[in-house]
């Protein structure tokens, strides 16, 4: 407005928004991402209440706890950006540097917890996507036939070696036990009589002794169909200290190089749901941190007041869909 | 707009904001309100509460908290009335979103095929040998009398 001395003051600008352009557009991208999140999150509600099966949390290892600490660090996380920009706004550089240094570390916490709850995942064989994923969704046939195939494979490469370790011979051992006493018989039964209980009770088994999952074991809540299940559903479980949550020991923890396929109903939903929609806000996060790191190179006092409320304003909407992940996705 | 409109501007804007004891205060609620949600997670409640109030509890309180949030971090308790402007239309077409998702979370798995309900990976009973094609049989077994190994 270098012109203004040269009108009346009659015609004085007048803003369209009592807000700065900055925050105005932070706003219109916030509005964006509020859609976007719907999206995702709306599509996760119906695919997970419009399943027959679901797994339960600690079907898929995952850990209610690391969710509700996580939910706390992006609480704190937060605070500590109000409290940087109150700072700045008090004209009190090195507090508000204090405080978004923290803001910054906790964001790191949380991916970090993030890290070490995916790493869980991927050490069970829970890929989103072939070839990584190790899911099968129900024992039947073809699941016997990819545990047979896997056996196989691992047993031709330990006798194409000539020279063979005696834990190696362990293992052939162990693949020729396991094809024998579960493989065998389950393929077998199934394919004299097929669909007859005898054969899938067999075929269950063998994917019970490879993955055991917990929730068929301890009978607890939200087992496979608390979503299918009628109105009388409810989350009560026969005895068992769930809370424990102590994953009852299959093949495949008890021998890490098997790698067995595992059967996991609504397994691969789950793994898909799960990892785009924590995968999305850590990105949201990684972005977040960016800008606090870029924040961090600047003397943040009032003239950056600004600058530092429309960042805040972001941070403060991820910390938003988080609340509302944290109980969709650990709880529900 | 000048700098010196923009400051002017700004000092409005932020006039009557919160102190730092209420931003604490919101941060406690907000902790209080997180460990309400866990709670569900303990066997005590399972067993006393029904999944569908224990769910519509979490829910409500993920509400509570992101309106905590909103009104006091984001600062739109002490906005101007532009603030309907922005988070009205895009909270609608939000719910818009998910109430047209709706019919398929009410239809879907009504009927789900025999294939698909004997190998619905519970531990098959043993005296479902004479199905019926409905297929309503192995999910009439309530949890109680799966795991049987």
């Known amino acids: ?332 | 707009m000048s700098i010196q409109d923009e400051k002017s501007l700004q000092h409005d804007d932020h006039e009557g904001h919160g102190s730092t004891s209420l931003y604490v205060s919101v941060f406690i609620a907000l902790c209080c309100l997180t460990s309400l949600s866990f709670l569900t997670y303990f066997d005590f409640w399972r067993n006393t509460v029904p999944v569908g109030f224990s769910r519509a509890f979490m829910l409500a309180v993920s509400c509570i908290k992101a309106l905590l949030v909103i009104t006091f971090f984001m600062h739109l308790k002490w906005e101007a009335n532009w603030k309907w402007m922005l988070t009205v239309p895009a909270s609608l077409m939000a719910i818009f979103l998910m109430a047209v998702l709706v019919p398929d979370i009410g239809l879907r798995m009504q009927h789900a095929s025999y294939e698909r309900m004997i190998y619905a990976a519970e531990v098959p009973a043993d005296e479902d040998t004479a199905h019926d094609t409905d297929g309503h049989d192995d999910k009439a077994h309530s949890p109680s009398d799966k795991a049987e190994h």
């Open chain 1, 1 to 332: 407005m270098s012109d203004s001395n040269n009108h009346s003051p009659m015609f004085d600008y007048q803003p369209a928004l009592p807000i700065s352009n900055g925050k105005t557009f932070m706003w219109l991208f916030l509005s964006t991402e509020i859609m976007f999140f719907a999206a995702l999150i709306g599509t996760y509600i119906v695919l997970r209440f419009g399943a027959l099966s679901w797994p339960s949390t600690h079907d898929v290892h995952l850990a209610e706890i690391w969710g509700a600490v996580n939910t706390f660090v992006l609480i704190c996380s937060s605070v500590t950006v109000v409290l940087a920009l109150e700072a700045a706004k008090k004209n009190n550089p090195s507090s508000a540097k204090g405080w978004m240094l923290l803001t910054l570390v906790l964001g790191t916490v949380f991916l970090g917890i993030k890290m070490f709850e995916y790493r869980a995942k991927f050490s069970h064989g829970l890929y989103p996507q072939s070839p990584h994923s190790q899911i099968y969704e129900k024992p039947d046939v073809y699941y016997a036939q990819a545990v047979r195939m896997r056996l196989l494979d691992l047993k031709k490469s330990l006798l194409e070696k000539t020279e063979r370790t005696e834990a190696e011979e362990e293992r052939i051992a162990l693949i020729d036990k396991i094809s024998l006493d579960w493989v065998e018989p389950a393929e077998k039964a199934i394919r004299k009589k097929p669909d007859s209980p005898e054969g899938r009770k067999l075929l269950f088994m063998l994917s019970d002794k490879i993955y055991p999952r917990a929730s068929i074991h301890d009978h607890r809540a939200g087992a496979n169909h608390a979503a299918a299940a009628g109105p009388t559903f409810t989350l009560a479980s026969t005895a068992g200290d769930s809370a424990s949550s102590a994953h009852p020991v299959g093949l495949n923890d008890q021998h890490p190089w098997l790698r067995l396929p595992i059967m996991i109903p609504g397994g691969n939903m789950w793994v898909s749901t799960y990892f785009l929609l924590t995968g999305f806000h850590a990105l949201h996060v990684i972005v977040g941190l960016i800008a606090f790191a870029i924040l961090l190179k600047m003397t943040l006092g009032p003239a950056k007041a600004g600058l530092i409320e429309n960042i805040g304003l972001y941070w403060h909407f991820v910390d938003l869909v988080w609340i509302f992940l944290f109980p969709l996705l650990y709880l529900f």
